[in-house]
């Protein structure tokens, strides 16, 4: 084959890369094109993306690509500098080792637990604004060669074209995730619990199941602000969204519809069930340890609708969390134990000696 020829299917290569990658809309399918091109050009037996986890600086194996044997390498961890993988990210350059027994950087770690047998290894790293955040190995030539020199090269221009693809993909899931997400709490926002109802109501229609909603909001929250600051107001509603995250289901969706108003949207969920939630979320605010610096409690309104009424769940809901402030508000003359201090005139007591 001629080199002219050898340069025009590289070339083939690199415009059907571009282009299939370009075509991927998440971060997965941006790191799954990639692998897949990497595996068509090279023809490695295995081959494996590992990504650097900021915290401990290890290397993790997140795709991995080849036989049964190296399934068991998905998830495993290498430590700072250790292996050829560990050596890339450290030393941030590309490496070739045709033969890895008579190379020290080599560590057979891997392959023993992989039961596996290295014998050529290829590597680059993956570097986003000056930064090692990855690297891409490839182990053993089908045809059993070693790796050359100029697969390093081309591996190389792979992993730069790569790099800049996964952090487009990287960005664009991470506004995706924030436009979702409420800054102050984690929680999903007032725009993911449109989301979520517009995928749920349809869902309710085709199942015939109920779904259930709960309202929630801090009792007199304008004044914990007003008299506490706003720094404890939002401990207070920080505390409060870790307690309604720990007291449901994964599969229902918390949100944080705006101030001191939250939203809890349970699929499959009778009204029965729901109020159990509510008991437990209120329990749980009762019995935690660790509260904020200020006392509060929280109204809580719930209702599950069916396929019929499905529609005016959200409004309903509402109400039913107005009745629950009102309840408290009529009963509140009852509760002597804890208002009896504020009828007591402590600045001016009496004197026992005018008697």
Not at 279 to 307: C, Q
Not at 311 to 338: A, H
């Amino acid at each position: 084959m001629s080199e002219n020829t050898e340069d025009l299917i590289r070339l083939s290569f690199f415009t059907d890369m571009a282009r299939d990658i370009a075509s991927a809309t998440t971060l997965e399918e941006t790191l799954d094109e990639i692998m897949h091109h990497v595996g068509a050009m090279f023809t490695p037996r295995n081959w494996s993306l590992l990504l650097r986890d900021s915290d401990t600086n290890e290397l993790v194996f997140t795709l991995v690509t080849g036989g049964d044997e190296v399934k068991t390498l998905r998830g495993q961890r290498i430590a700072p500098g250790r292996g050829i993988a560990g050596w890339i990210a450290e030393n941030r350059r590309p490496l070739v080792i045709a033969d890895v027994t008579v190379d020290p950087r080599f560590d057979p770690s891997m392959d023993e637990l992989s039961n596996f047998k290295t014998e050529s290894i290829i590597g680059v790293p993956l570097v986003s604004r000056d930064e090692v955040f990855g690297v891409i190995e490839l182990v053993n030539k089908l045809n059993g060669e070693p790796f050359t020199a100029l697969d390093l090269k081309v591996l190389s221009t792979i992993a730069d074209f790569a790099a800049i693809a996964i952090e487009k993909a990287y960005y664009l899931n991470a506004l995706h995730s924030m436009a979702l997400e409420d800054e102050l709490t984690g929680l999903a926002n007032r725009r993911a619990l449109t989301r979520t109802l517009d995928h749920e109501i349809p869902r309710v229609r085709r199942t015939g199941e109920t779904l259930a909603m709960l309202m929630v909001d801090v009792d007199d929250f304008k004044n914990i602000n007003d008299t506490r600051g706003h720094v404890l107001g939002d401990e207070v509603l920080k505390h409060l969204a870790r307690t309604l995250s720990g007291n449901v289901r994964e599969m229902d969706t918390v949100c944080r519809y705006g101030g001191d108003e939250f939203v809890i949207v349970m699929p499959a969920t009778t009204e029965e069930e729901a109020r159990d939630v509510r008991n437990r979320i209120l329990s749980a605010l009762d019995d935690d340890e660790h509260k904020p610096d200020v006392p509060y409690t929280v109204s809580i309104g719930v209702h599950a609708a069916g396929p019929e009424a499905v529609e005016t769940l959200f409004e309903k809901t509402d109400v039913r969390l107005y009745r629950d402030k009102e309840q408290k508000r009529d009963s509140g003359i009852d509760r002597m134990s804890r208002h009896l201090t504020e009828f007591v005139d402590t600045d001016n007591p009496r004197d026992e000696s005018a008697r």
